[in-house]
């Protein structure tokens, strides 16, 4: 019989959380390929087609990149949050105000607004600054609700995402409607876009804000004072009191960054991708970027691998779709898989399988010896 036993010591290197995940998404792709048996597919030329449009075609890595740059924000907003302690889950909330405030500042700058004529250099800059403060106060009011009154900022972050739908379903039904029966703004002039990164695809700048983004996280959270005491906040909140760190105080900024970095998202939406802003234009992305998170072990390298695999998954579903006869659904079960799996992994950072008869008996270890 095959027993776990408890290890002395967690494995909690970095190798060994690499190696972990890396079987894990391994293991949850073969279990994946039985569900294409039914179908009459190869398993291997499914995902044969499914990671070559994502990842080797050209137009096809464009939309991957695309797809990951709000996962990866978004996915960084939940790192500093959690790392924290604050269990933050109004990112949906965040992109969309973030989404509307730089949408409010681009047509600001069209034809007869107030900010009308202003270059790009300009424009870029004011448009972040306007996306993250309006992230910022969304996301801080919940981290100033919990810091100064203990309150749950679970519950009041999620019903605060209905509250986000609801007001960008006004702005675009209402003051910031276009003449049409689209509940929707009128589309952004083409200066105000952000720039193509290559030729022959849609990538635009967005990844490499993403990405910058990233590297500023790592650098707060892993090496700088502020960052350490924010993670010892997350880690013990009694001991970093203890310990002379203004927990509230840190929490709050968590929430403030986190809100910030989801708007970017938003406005990466509405600069790169709609040019406008439109009712239901966040599909879930403030959900998945945590789950994103999640599957990186709430680590910014991490965040950025797995929201590139995560969207290219989501670009190739196609291309299977086409090549193998195979319905789209299935790269969500997948996907789904992959977040069961990697999670499932952990036991093992704390648990080892014994085979009796190899090494120690089944009395030793009942021994504890």
Sequence with gaps: MILLERRLKPADSPRAIAVATILSVLAALMVGGLLFLPYGANPISAYAALFSEAFLSWRGFGFTLIKATPLILVGLGTVVAWRTGFGYLGFEGCLLVGAAAATIVALSAGEGGALAGIPFVLFLPLATL????????????????????GGNEVITSLMMNYVAILLVQYLVSGPLRAPGGLPQTTRLERDYWLPLLFDGNRAHAGILIALAAAALVWIVLMRSRLGFEMIVTGLNPKAAKFGGIEVGRRQLMAACLAGGLAALAGMME?????????????????????VAALLGKLHPLGVVIVSLLYA???????????????????????????????????????????FPGRGRTLKDIRHGT
Excluded: C, N
């Design 312 to 354: 290219g998954m989501t670009v190739g579903a196609d291309a299977m779709q086409r090549q193998a006869g195979l319905p789209g659904s299935i790269v969500f079960m997948i996907q789904s898989m992959i977040l069961l799996f990697i999670l499932t992994s952990d036991l093992f950072r704390y648990y080892r399988l014994h």
């Design 270 to 290: 509405v600069l790169g991708v709609h040019h406008r802003l439109m009712d239901g234009m966040a599909e879930g992305t403030g959900f998945i970027g945590i």
């Design 130 to 149: 306007a996306a993250l403060f309006a992230g910022a106060i969304w996301s801080g009011v919940i981290g100033l609700f919990k810091g100064r009154f």
